[in-house]
T-cell receptor, first 111, second 114 residues
Framework: ELKVEQNPLFLSMQEGKNYTIYCNYS?????LYWYRQDPGKSLESLFV?????AVKQEGRLMASLDTKARLSTLHITAAVHDLSATYFC???????????FGKGTKLSVKP | DTEVTQTPKHLVMGMTNKKSLKCEQH?????MYWYKQKAKKPPELMFV???????INESVPSRFSPECPNSSLLNLHLHALQPEDSALYLC?????????????FGPGTRLTVT
């Protein structure tokens, strides 16, 4: 069964800095999802990465997928406080094709 | 309309109570999911319905009983819960089952068992 590992699990950043969250997965997953979750709230879909080499950008967030390396990254550019949240990556490959989530990265952006 | 709705938003229940959570979507999706999320943990899949039939039950205790009365509606019946069942319960839907299809999540029901 697919295993999804995110790192770091906690990330404290200063505003204006850049950083990358990594998502490694153990077996083939041709599709990778990134979600954002604010405290006490539901999951908000950020990116759906469909194929090897896929790159998507929305504002200060950019996600990429390398299926050969089994790696997805979420890059944060010039962080702002509003980006503070928990970010989850998820891949396919559960026992019946369901989503498997990483443990999440709790991002805190400080002035 | 890409919205999944859930009611109630918050629920407090005793261990002897019976209550139900409700989830609704009008996107024409034929797959619906229940997830349980404990604090600071990722969502854990509980049940999957495909074309109104239960297709996955992830070894969930029988005190949780799902029901899919029609293609737009998903219920989770709760009975004799334990305090450790307190969590955020998320409903999601997708076009059909399978990780290839993006899942859309509802706002969740925050359940507290006293």
């Amino acid at each position: 069964e697919l295993k999804v590992e995110q790192n770091p699990l906690f990330l404290s950043m200063q505003e204006g800095k850049n950083y990358t969250i990594y998502c490694n997965y153990s077996t083939t997953s041709d599709r990778l999802y990134w979600y954002r979750q604010d405290p006490g709230k539901s999951l908000e879909s950020l990116f759906v990465l469909l194929s090897n080499g896929a790159v998507k950008q929305e504002g200060r967030l950019m996600a990429s997928l390398d299926t050969k390396a089994r790696l997805s990254t979420l890059h944060i550019t010039a962080a702002v406080h509003d980006l503070s949240a928990t970010y989850f990556c998820a891949g396919g490959g559960g026992s019946q094709g369901n989503l498997i989530f990483g443990k999440g990265t709790k991002l805190s952006v400080k002035p | 309309d890409t919205e999944v709705t859930q009611t109630p938003k918050h629920l407090v229940m005793g261990m002897t109570n019976k209550k139900s959570l409700k989830c609704e979507q009008h996107m024409g999706h034929r797959a619906m999911y229940w997830y349980k999320q404990k604090a600071k943990k990722p969502p854990e899949l509980m049940f999957v319905y495909s074309y109104e039939k239960l297709s996955i039950n992830e070894s969930v205790p029988s005190r949780f009983s799902p029901e899919c009365p029609n293609s737009s509606l998903l219920n989770l019946h709760l009975h004799a819960l334990q305090p450790e069942d307190s969590a955020l319960y998320l409903c999601a839907s997708s076009q059909v089952t399978g990780w290839e299809w993006e899942q859309y999540f509802g706002p969740g029901t925050r359940l507290t068992v006293t």
